[in-house]
């Protein structure tokens, strides 16, 4: 969940869930567990520490966790949190100063000054955890904290997209008392000091909240409890709902399960879908450590077999739409590179790409996929991806599945050939859909280092406080990936929100993370 703005209108694109129908009035009457909100999704926590989730755990953490800056709902760019002020001291893009707001505490009591969060972004870096998010701190060099509310962030290179990082949940604030310097904590618990704490939580069960009394920051809480249950099943998800068990779902929702929602009985039982454009893709990975993926040509044909239009048709029946490029439609600089080398799906010119690699033999291939991640139409998608690919007569695919723990480790260790992933932006801006699949070390842990994007396109483009100067530098990134075929980027999906019609506030719930900002939702007492 790297993922981590300008002329983005991500926000917007992500929002606008108008749950809002009718104007009722919280009663005072009401205590506080009557008022609770119960949210359902099929995305849970891989871990409680951020230092070693750069995934779905997103989602949790920006709820109990605080960050120096924020999107508050509406904001393309990142705004003051934990911090009063930030900004770049130097032409250069390599000094940034932020300044902490005072008196902030951590819910065990502890100070939330300059050495709590050197501490907390130290730790990262030190831990070096595989599925954490120290590839986004990459070009930070070091820390100082000249006094208890200055933190000043010096640079390796120019980097306009620091501040972005610093906004993101891979920038959480830990308690240093509870947190290990050089290990990841592992008792269960969150020390933060975020909107909310976390009361109780059990794994794969349900994360427990109440409101942090003590919290100041940019959040305006609605509420002062909410339950986030965790369902590996989207079904069992959907049912909850119906049967009022939860008052509002998030992330997993399969296209029969939405079009059944959105149906007059649904509507009927009190629950209502809202849609809107979103900024999560999916895309496949290769790994060049595998003697066939390791052939151009291979990754060429494979992208010239699938075709994206009948994969989002069959499988997504229109919650999502086919996707030619890693950086999503409705983000600057989006182009469609994949369909202008590669057009449409054409099993000829495929098979005209091996043979003239001296490939005229089938080829063998695993292609992996999470069981519990994505929600339940992931199984159907990879069905399909195999199945024309199978039908070309050039392949010969073998599918395989794990539970999303053992799949992370399993692709970040370079086991497979072929995976499957789902990117969620950890902020707004078309460096988040590039910087975090190339290098040494990235997000999908096989080795990518293309030496323009990563000693020219990347940098230039960081320059410039302007986001949207880097434009040129974006579109000639994307050709390459094309070019390359290292990632393969198959569809980018809708955004759909069901609740009951008695919860307000959803239509704002939503950060350009598209994390759930849970304080915004609150129920109504009349309708």
């Given at each position: 969940?790297?993922?981590?703005?300008?002329?983005?209108?991500?926000?917007?694109?992500?929002?606008?869930?108008?749950?809002?129908?009718?104007?009722?009035?919280?009663?005072?009457?009401?205590?506080?567990?009557?008022?609770?909100?119960?949210?359902?999704?099929?995305?849970?926590?891989?871990?409680?520490?951020?230092?070693?989730?750069?995934?779905?755990?997103?989602?949790?953490?920006?709820?109990?966790?605080?960050?120096?800056?924020?999107?508050?709902?509406?904001?393309?760019?990142?705004?003051?949190?934990?911090?009063?002020?930030?900004?770049?001291?130097?032409?250069?893009?390599?000094?940034?100063?932020?300044?902490?707001?005072?008196?902030?505490?951590?819910?065990?009591?502890?100070?939330?000054?300059?050495?709590?969060?050197?501490?907390?972004?130290?730790?990262?870096?030190?831990?070096?955890?595989?599925?954490?998010?120290?590839?986004?701190?990459?070009?930070?060099?070091?820390?100082?904290?000249?006094?208890?509310?200055?933190?000043?962030?010096?640079?390796?290179?120019?980097?306009?997209?620091?501040?972005?990082?610093?906004?993101?949940?891979?920038?959480?604030?830990?308690?240093?008392?509870?947190?290990?310097?050089?290990?990841?904590?592992?008792?269960?618990?969150?020390?933060?000091?975020?909107?909310?704490?976390?009361?109780?939580?059990?794994?794969?069960?349900?994360?427990?909240?109440?409101?942090?009394?003590?919290?100041?920051?940019?959040?305006?809480?609605?509420?002062?409890?909410?339950?986030?249950?965790?369902?590996?099943?989207?079904?069992?998800?959907?049912?909850?709902?119906?049967?009022?068990?939860?008052?509002?779902?998030?992330?997993?929702?399969?296209?029969?399960?939405?079009?059944?929602?959105?149906?007059?009985?649904?509507?009927?039982?009190?629950?209502?879908v809202v849609e809107n454009v979103g900024a999560?893709?999916?895309?496949?990975?290769?790994?060049?450590?595998?003697?066939?993926?390791?052939?151009?040509?291979v990754r060429q044909a494979i992208a010239q077999?699938?075709?994206?239009?009948?994969?989002?048709?069959?499988?997504?029946?229109?919650?999502?739409?086919?996707?030619?490029?890693?950086?999503?439609?409705?983000?600057?600089?989006?182009?469609?590179?994949?369909?202008?080398?590669?057009?449409?799906?054409?099993?000829?010119?495929?098979?005209?790409?091996?043979?003239?690699?001296?490939?005229?033999?089938?080829?063998?291939?695993?292609?992996?996929?999470?069981?519990?991640?994505?929600?339940?139409?992931?199984?159907?998608?990879?069905?399909?991806?195999?199945?024309?690919?199978?039908?070309?007569?050039?392949?010969?695919?073998?599918?395989?599945?794990?539970?999303?723990?053992?799949?992370?480790?399993?692709?970040?260790?370079?086991?497979?050939?072929?995976?499957?992933?789902?990117?969620?932006?950890?902020?707004?801006?078309?460096?988040?859909f590039i910087a975090p699949f190339v290098g040494?070390?990235?997000?999908?842990?096989?080795?990518?280092?293309?030496?323009?994007?990563?000693?020219?396109?990347?940098?230039?483009?960081?320059?410039?406080?302007?986001?949207?100067?880097?434009?040129?530098?974006?579109?000639?990134?994307?050709?390459?990936?094309?070019?390359?075929?290292?990632?393969?980027?198959?569809?980018?999906?809708?955004?759909?929100?069901?609740?009951?019609?008695?919860?307000?506030?959803?239509?704002?719930?939503?950060?350009?993370?598209?994390?759930?900002?849970?304080?915004?939702?609150?129920?109504?007492?009349?309708?």
């Amino acid at each position: 969940m790297f993922n981590r703005t300008r002329c983005l209108q991500i926000t917007a694109a992500l929002a606008s869930i108008s749950l809002l129908a009718g104007c009722g009035l919280l009663s005072d009457d009401d205590g506080d567990e009557a008022k609770r909100i119960v949210v359902g999704t099929t995305s849970a926590p891989s871990t409680l520490d951020p230092a070693a989730a750069w995934d779905g755990s997103w989602e949790l953490y920006r709820n109990v966790y605080q960050t120096l800056l924020a999107f508050p709902t509406g904001s393309t760019k990142p705004q003051p949190d934990a911090a009063q002020n930030c900004e770049f001291t130097d032409g250069a893009s390599q000094a940034y100063r932020c300044t902490l707001r005072k008196g902030l505490k951590f819910s065990n009591g502890e100070p939330l000054d300059a050495k709590a969060v050197k501490y907390s972004l130290d730790r990262i870096r030190a831990i070096g955890s595989k599925v954490g998010p120290k590839d986004l701190f990459g070009s930070l060099d070091k820390i100082e904290t000249p006094d208890a509310l200055t933190v000043v962030f010096h640079l390796k290179t120019s980097d306009a997209t620091f501040p972005y990082v610093l906004g993101s949940p891979a920038a959480s604030l830990v308690a240093p008392k509870d947190y290990p310097a050089d290990k990841v904590r592992e008792d269960g618990k969150i020390t933060g000091s975020g909107p909310y704490v976390l009361d109780s939580y059990k794994e794969g069960g349900e994360a427990v909240l109440s409101e942090n009394k003590g919290y100041t920051g940019f959040a305006n809480r609605q509420n002062k409890a909410v339950t986030i249950r965790y369902f590996a099943d989207s079904e069992k998800m959907v049912a909850a709902l119906k049967a009022k068990e939860l008052d509002a779902t998030y992330r997993g929702l399969s296209a029969p399960q939405i079009t059944d929602l959105q149906s007059p009985a649904a509507h009927a039982l009190g629950v209502q879908v809202v849609e809107n454009v979103g900024a999560e893709i999916r895309y496949l990975v290769f790994n060049p450590k595998d003697p066939a993926v390791n052939k151009l040509a291979v990754r060429q044909a494979i992208a010239q077999v699938i075709d994206r239009g009948t994969l989002v048709s069959k499988v997504y029946q229109g919650t999502a739409e086919p996707l030619y490029s890693m950086v999503p439609k409705g983000v600057v600089g989006h182009k469609t590179p994949f369909y202008d080398k590669y057009g449409a799906a054409d099993v000829g010119k495929a098979k005209k790409i091996l043979k003239e690699a001296g490939i005229n033999q089938t080829v063998d291939l695993t292609f992996w996929y999470t069981t519990d991640r994505y929600g339940s139409s992931t199984a159907e998608e990879f069905t399909e991806i195999k199945r024309q690919l199978d039908e070309s007569g050039l392949f010969n695919i073998t599918l395989r599945s794990q539970p999303w723990k053992a799949f992370q480790e399993g692709y970040k260790s370079q086991e497979y050939p072929v995976f499957g992933r789902g990117w969620f932006p950890d902020f707004p801006d078309p460096d988040n859909f590039i910087a975090p699949f190339v290098g040494k070390e990235n997000a999908v842990g096989t080795p990518y280092e293309q030496n323009e994007i990563l000693t020219d396109l990347l940098p230039k483009s960081r320059r410039d406080g302007d986001r949207s100067s880097g434009v040129q530098q974006f579109e000639k990134a994307q050709q390459i990936f094309a070019e390359d075929v290292r990632l393969l980027p198959l569809w980018q999906g809708k955004l759909y929100v069901a609740a009951r019609e008695d919860i307000a506030g959803g239509e704002r719930a939503l950060d350009p993370q598209t994390a759930m900002q849970m304080w915004e939702l609150y129920r109504k007492t009349s309708w």
